[in-house]
């Protein structure tokens, strides 16, 4: 069994899987060099040779679980039909979202469009030095692709103001973002990806009564929806004021807490295994200080299932030998 399957579905408590939110990046040099030479991020993601090359490259320096494919949350909007960019300094930007376009999409103009990251996925999955260890697929949440898909950047900026002004149009973009959205599970899923990740980066932007329609409902959904194919799934609703309702409402096979959360409190709350959790600014520190930081998660979980990892993507001024430090205290304890 795949260890992040033993946590996940036999509980297993003896160990815990490790690997790092956007391990595949920024903070590594070797990524930074086919980086320079592939100024369109998108391209990049659609170039299954490099693509699934810079998926291994963490795995070749670290003794990582699992390997999670390079890619985007946004290849969802762009195989649908919307323009999406990366601009340096910046982030994502979006085009103009028009419906009429994004109807006329089928299934097949958008695997036609994003086929490549299949592509990229078997390429890993075939490599043996995986045979031991899980191949992540995973989809941004219905809620935080249609805040991108609305908003046309990231939200960190700001979030439009008119943004809810259409709720019919919102929930019918909702609807097709779902079916979209089980397409792509399903085809990573047949292209070797054994567990499913759904990132909601930005379900801490909701109040609390706009829950049920933006995230229970859909997410229950996909959630669902990867539990009929019979791969394990994982929600990190970031920043979520309520897990433990999320949880219970959701049921996800496991959950990613973010770094605000309480480990202690969350423990007591929450049945399912829990993943993450450490704050990615504490690999800008030091040993000492990681060695600590690391311990105390590791030690509060210790009877509960836990895959390590941290509370969002780690920071690209990041020194890999930190993660390298991170990684040997996971594997040395217990
Ligand atoms: O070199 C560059 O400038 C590109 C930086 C980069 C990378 C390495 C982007 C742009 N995306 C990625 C890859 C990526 N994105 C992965 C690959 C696998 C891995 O983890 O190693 C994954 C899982 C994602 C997921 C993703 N993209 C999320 C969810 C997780 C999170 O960070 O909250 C989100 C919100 C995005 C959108 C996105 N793509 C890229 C950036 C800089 C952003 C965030 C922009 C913002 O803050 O709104």
Known sequence: MKPLNKVIINKDTSFNPIWIMRQAGRYLPEFREI????????????NDDLSSKITLQPLKRFNLDAAIIFSDILMLPYGIGQKVEFEKNFGPKLGELNL??????DEVDFVEKIHRVYKAIKKVSLDTSLNNKNTIGFVGAPWTLLVYMINQQSPKKSLKKEFFKDEFLINRILLIIEK???????????????IIQIFDSWAGLLEEKD?????????LNLVNYVKSLNVPVICFPREIKNYKEFCDIVKPDAVSIDYNVDPKKILKEIKIPIQGGLDPKILLTDKETLKKEALNYLEIFKDHPYIFNLGHGILP??????VENLIKIVKDFK
């Open 35 to 46: 980086r320079k030479e592939n100024p369109n991020f998108i391209n990049l993601c659609l």
């Open 100 to 105: 009429d376009e994004i109807t006329k999409t």
């Open 180 to 194: 979209f959205l089980k397409i792509h599970i399903k085809n990573q899923i047949d292209n070797g990806a054994n």
């Open 211 to 219: 829950l049920p329609n933006y995230i229970y409902t859909p997410t």
């Open 317 to 322: 001024e990041t020194n890999p030998e930190m």
